[in-house]
């Protein structure tokens, strides 16, 4: 019984420390949840995502445009899949068990499923770490809302609504 607190005193003590150690609140920030492709770190908003899915089976669509997989039925919804890869010109990869979909809500209306590697965690960035980038700037794609720079990783932040433009 000793041992037993002893053990959960010791993890007491290492959550407090952890939490004097990081500052409590820093600032304004945006909650992302953060995903790899290849080596990279990448973040699309929450406000935008309505869940993470394991990749099930997905079924092919004839005459489907480039990058789109096919669909797939969620909860009676049938929700386009787009291979994030192709979108961003990488090297296609084969689906794994780490693989995910996030669903994207594009409007009310319109909702469209993104293959990702790996999910690694739902961040909160704070704004002042986050580095816009406008579509007007050279060589800075459309799809890309900003880098943040935060925690020593490098997170791209996808604009799913400019990603989509177009797309019905």
Known sequence: MDAANEMSSFGNEIAMD???????YLGPSTRCVLFTLENEVYGIQVKKIREVLRVGA???VAGATYGVLGVI????VIVT???????FNMPLREVDDLSRI??????????????VDFVKEVKDIP???????SASKENASRYIQGVAHFQ????????????FIGVE
């Open 18 to 24: 952890d939490y004097n150690d990081e500052p409590s």
């Open 58 to 60: 997905i079924r092919k």
């Open 73 to 76: 039925n969620v909860r009676g």
């Open 81 to 87: 899949v787009v291979d994030s890869r192709s979108m």
């Open 102 to 115: 996030i669903i994207v809500e594009l409007d009310e209306e319109r909702t469209v499923g993104i293959l």
């Open 127 to 133: 704004d002042d770490k986050i580095e816009p980038l």
């Open 152 to 163: 020593d990783n490098v997170i791209i932040l996808i604009d799913v609504d400019n990603l």
